[in-house]
């Protein structure tokens, strides 16, 4: 190894510390793996055996826990023609045994560092206090963080930003594809994305978009196919009015994507499409002739349909408008039950639902009305100035022209009718 690249490799996998007089042996898992305290790696001590580098990370994988001889073999070395594979474990055990020796310091206790042992037919990797691994504080600050994003969000940012930077890839990412480790990697990215997401919505409440972009271009460096951050970078790149770097970012993931999953956009990057466009015609040029054509709106006679968080703005709106003391506005949710004859994933009843309530609603609400597909299985109804018991009349009205759309009627609905007060917003 070049000293550049013994130097750099120190400074990324390790550090010389000491807790009083204690040298810590740090071990590096996420992103890579090695073994260190101070200038010596066992990547190096062990002369790059592969089999005693991939035996050792079993082990940490699992330390302190018993794991039967057959349990290894069954995981690390079902390809190992070995007459004996069980006498061939006790001899790499052996062998990665005197590779830890010679990297913790002299006279120093194996207790206190790494220290295998072998009871009662199983066998364990002691690890001690003298003994930092890198996804065990990974854990320990996501939870510190958890704890403190209700009370003090200041505090709970800077320890999710820490677990971040920790956090350079795949656990044991140098590692060959292996059963037994894509649930552990799993379990990790899980949590690694979870304090991504996290942080980006603390930064979204204080309108902090310039750090949303910085989090997700990293994050996406390491994760370029999870969906939600390319959205979260498309909707801060929106926010600081960056329109032509949101499409093209846009065009360039949704190709990526379908390429990639063979799949067309799904209802979240339709709705980041339709947040870019409505950004885009905002921002474009106008004159006074044109002005009017963008603001005139079509003739309609019935209801408005709308997407969720159009439907959002449009009940805000006339929440903030309204008479407090007036208690004729109201808000209907509609929602299909499922039943063991329609159950919720039965994607044929949820999609002709769908269309058949479109078609109901359009013909039952008035003009001045407002519904949404607030998810697959649920619509919201703006309904203003409803009186004389009018509620009752419009579920009666929506149920008879169901069955008079559908005789066959399968759905199980249930209606009901919130009245609007000034205290109860959309968010």
Same mark, same amino acid.
């Given at each position: 190894?070049?000293?550049?690249?013994?130097?750099?490799?120190?400074?990324?996998?390790? +550090?010389?510390?000491? =807790?009083?007089?204690?040298?810590?042996?740090?071990?590096?898992?996420?992103?890579?793996?090695?073994?260190?305290?101070?200038?010596?790696?066992?990547?190096?001590?062990?002369?790059?055996?592969?089999?005693?580098?991939?035996?050792?990370?079993?082990?940490?994988?699992?330390?302190?826990?018993?794991?039967?001889?057959?349990?290894?073999?069954?995981?690390?070395?079902?390809?190992?023609?070995?007459?004996?594979?069980?006498? @061939?474990?006790?001899?790499?055990?052996? +062998?990665?045994?005197?590779?830890?020796?010679?990297?913790?310091?002299?006279?120093?206790?194996?207790?206190?560092?790494?220290?295998?042992?072998?009871?009662?037919?199983?066998? &364990?990797?002691? #690890?001690?206090?003298?003994?930092?691994?890198?996804?065990?504080?990974?854990?320990?600050?996501?939870?510190?963080?958890?704890?403190?994003?209700?009370?003090?969000?200041?505090? *709970?940012?800077?320890?999710?930003?820490?677990?971040?930077?920790?956090?350079?890839?795949?656990?044991?990412?140098?590692?060959?594809?292996?059963? =037994?480790?894509?649930?552990?990697?799993?379990?990790?990215?899980?949590?690694?994305?979870? #304090?991504?997401?996290? @942080?980006?919505?603390?930064?979204?409440?204080?309108?902090?978009?310039?750090?949303?972009?910085?989090? &997700?271009?990293?994050?996406?460096?390491?994760?370029?196919?999870?969906?939600?951050?390319?959205?979260?970078?498309?909707?801060?790149?929106?926010?600081?009015?960056?329109?032509?770097?949101?499409?093209?970012?846009?065009?360039?993931?949704?190709?990526?994507?379908?390429?990639?999953?063979?799949?067309?956009?799904?209802?979240?990057?339709?709705?980041?499409?339709?947040?870019?466009?409505?950004?885009?015609?905002?921002?474009?040029? @106008?004159?006074?002739?044109?002005?009017?054509?963008?603001?005139?709106?079509?003739?309609?006679?019935?209801?408005?349909?709308?997407? *969720?968080?159009?439907?959002?703005?449009?009940?805000?709106?006339?929440?903030?408008?309204?008479?407090?003391?007036?208690?004729?506005?109201?808000?209907?949710?509609?929602?299909?039950?499922?039943?063991?004859?329609?159950? *919720? *994933?039965?994607?044929?009843?949820?999609?002709? =639902?769908?269309?058949?309530?479109?078609?109901?609603?359009?013909?039952?609400?008035?003009?001045?009305?407002?519904?949404?597909? =607030?998810?697959?299985?649920?619509?919201?109804?703006?309904? !203003?100035?409803?009186?004389?018991?009018?509620?009752?009349?419009?579920?009666?009205?929506?149920?008879?022209?169901?069955?008079?759309?559908?005789?066959?009627? !399968?759905?199980?609905?249930?209606?009901?009718?919130?009245?609007?007060?000034?205290?109860?917003?959309?968010?």
């Amino acid at each position: 190894m070049t000293n550049a690249l013994k130097t750099n490799k120190i400074s990324v996998l390790s +550090r010389y510390i000491k =807790w009083g007089e204690r040298v810590i042996l740090f071990i590096k898992t996420l992103g890579g793996f090695d073994v260190s305290i101070g200038e010596k790696t066992l990547v190096e001590e062990s002369n790059r055996s592969y089999r005693l580098i991939k035996l050792l990370q079993y082990f940490i994988t699992f330390k302190n826990k018993n794991l039967l001889p057959d349990t290894i073999i069954d995981n690390l070395y079902q390809d190992n023609d070995s007459p004996d594979p069980k006498n @061939m474990i006790r001899g790499q055990i052996f +062998r990665l045994r005197q590779v830890i020796k010679k990297l913790i310091p002299e006279e120093s206790k194996e207790s206190d560092y790494l220290n295998i042992t072998f009871k009662s037919g199983y066998y &364990c990797l002691e #690890v001690g206090d003298k003994v930092v691994v890198d996804k065990d504080e990974f854990e320990e600050l996501i939870i510190k963080g958890d704890q403190l994003v209700m009370t003090d969000t200041i505090s *709970a940012s800077n320890i999710y930003s820490k677990a971040m930077d920790m956090y350079k890839g795949d656990y044991l990412g140098d590692s060959q594809y292996e059963m =037994w480790l894509v649930p552990v990697r799993n379990y990790y990215r899980r949590l690694y994305l979870k #304090v991504i997401f996290n @942080m980006v919505e603390l930064l979204k409440e204080k309108g902090k978009h310039e750090e949303i972009m910085i989090i &997700c271009e990293n994050a996406i460096a390491i994760e370029p196919f999870e969906e939600a951050l390319h959205i979260y970078l498309i909707e801060s790149m929106l926010k600081l009015g960056k329109i032509k770097n949101a499409m093209s970012h846009f065009e360039h993931i949704t190709e990526v994507l379908e390429k990639e999953n063979g799949t067309k956009l799904s209802p979240g990057l339709k709705e980041i499409e339709r947040k870019i466009q409505h950004n885009s015609n905002e921002k474009s040029n @106008m004159d006074i002739v044109n002005m009017r054509d963008k603001l005139e709106l079509s003739v309609n006679d019935g209801p408005l349909l709308c997407d *969720a968080e159009y439907f959002k703005f449009l009940y805000n709106l006339h929440n903030r408008k309204r008479n407090p003391i007036d208690a004729s506005d109201f808000i209907s949710l509609i929602t299909l039950n499922p039943t063991k004859k329609t159950p *919720a *994933a039965n994607r044929d009843l949820i999609e002709s =639902w769908s269309d058949d309530m479109t078609k109901v609603l359009t013909k039952t609400l008035r003009k001045g009305d407002v519904f949404s597909f =607030w998810n697959d299985t649920q619509i919201l109804a703006l309904l !203003p100035d409803v009186k004389d018991n009018g509620t009752s009349s419009i579920e009666q009205r929506i149920y008879a022209n169901l069955r008079s759309l559908n005789q066959g009627n !399968p759905y199980d609905l249930k209606i009901r009718f919130v009245p609007i007060d000034a205290n109860f917003s959309l968010s």
